[in-house]
């Protein structure tokens, strides 16, 4: 199962709004197809495992199959999965996780089952669930899951009193960023962004391991509530179809998943939207890129929420820590999460 998760790690930049997906096919001790679902429209992963396979003369009767994601049970853009896997011969089936989208939902087990297939659930769960947080999050809940990230320096800052603030991190940091980016199916910023940086909010790094023209682009959603923004007016709107957004957060996000499939968002702002987001308690998972320096009590600080007792302090685990450059890469994930 460790080598289906790095196969659906090969897809994790392109396959959106379609969950990543690695799988093997076992036979007699020797793994005999690999495969991984590269984009939506494009066979599933247990299809180009198989075909392997095949390909290389093998017989699949009797093989066991891994897969990091329940086979699906239904017919779009491409057929059931799970049909594939019978067809095939498959004695055994390993799945890691279950799929909660509706049209699946356990169906594929069931399929596979009564095909007289047997079935293993849970093997690396929370190691696959992982690489699809946003996808089985907006299934269950028809929310996605948000990634906040922030840079400052040892005390929490992210800008000069001036705002001048490029650059706080280093070279290293920022490329770990455009991986934040690539993995993305909408970032959102606020006006003061805009304004204040002009940004590009672009993913165009060539250390992803895939060409560019082959992530699908970001969404870029400008949250806008005071209507500072004209469309057309600012660099970003030369490379991005803008949505600028002037309701409430949690509609944002709900509209994000069910008409536009975006199911992990990035937030790439100032303090203030920063803030509300957190304030709101919408954020998933926050990623600190700290610099190794001190900018002084009139800097600007990273989240403008106010906080009025140590009772109503917003709280977060530290999953882990990694030296990026210079810099210090530090993941948060909320305790509810």
């Known amino acids: 199962m460790q080598l289906a998760i790095s196969e659906a790690k090969k897809g994790i930049y392109t396959t959106r709004p379609n969950p990543a997906v690695g799988s093997l096919i076992v036979k007699d001790g020797r793994i005999i197809g690999t495969g991984f679902h590269p984009k939506a429209g494009q066979p599933h992963a247990e299809v180009f495992a198989l075909r392997q396979a095949r390909n290389s003369g093998f017989d699949t009767q009797g093989a066991c199959a891994y897969v990091t994601l329940e086979p699906c049970s239904h017919t779009g853009r491409t057929p059931p999965c799970a049909d594939a896997l019978i067809n095939a011969g498959i004695r055994r089936v390993v799945v890691a996780s279950l799929d909660p989208n509706p049209k699946v939902a356990g169906n594929g087990i069931k399929k596979l089952k009564a095909a007289g297939i047997e079935v293993i659930v849970g093997v690396c769960a929370d190691e696959a669930m992982a690489l699809n947080a946003g996808f089985l999050k907006a299934m269950a809940t028809g929310m996605p899951y948000v990634r906040l990230k922030m840079a400052g320096s040892i005390d929490g800052r992210t800008a000069m009193a001036s705002g001048e603030s490029k650059w706080i991190t280093g070279n290293e940091a920022r490329e770990d960023v455009q991986k934040l980016r690539a993995m993305s199916a909408a970032i959102i910023t606020g006006s003061g962004t805009i304004l204040a940086d002009d940004p590009l909010l672009t993913v165009r790094s060539?250390?992803?391991?895939?060409?560019?023209?082959?992530?699908?682009?970001?969404?870029?959603?400008?949250?806008?509530?005071?209507?500072r923004i004209q469309k057309g007016a600012h660099q970003i709107f030369n490379h991005h179809d803008v949505l600028l957004w002037r309701e409430d957060l949690t509609t944002l996000l709900k509209q994000l998943v069910s008409v536009h499939q975006c199911y992990d968002v990035m937030v790439e702002a100032g303090a203030s939207l920063s803030g509300a987001f957190i304030a709101s308690g919408l954020v998933d998972e926050l990623i600190v890129y700290q610099a190794p320096c001190i900018l002084g009590h009139t800097a600007r600080s990273m989240f403008a929420c106010e906080v009025q007792t140590l009772a109503h302090q917003h709280r977060f685990d530290l999953t882990s820590v990694d030296k990026i450059g210079r810099d210090l890469r530090m993941i948060y994930k909320t305790l509810n999460t």
């Open 206 to 227: 060539q250390q992803l391991g895939v060409a560019i023209d082959q992530i699908p682009a970001p969404k870029i959603v400008v949250v806008d509530r005071r209507g």
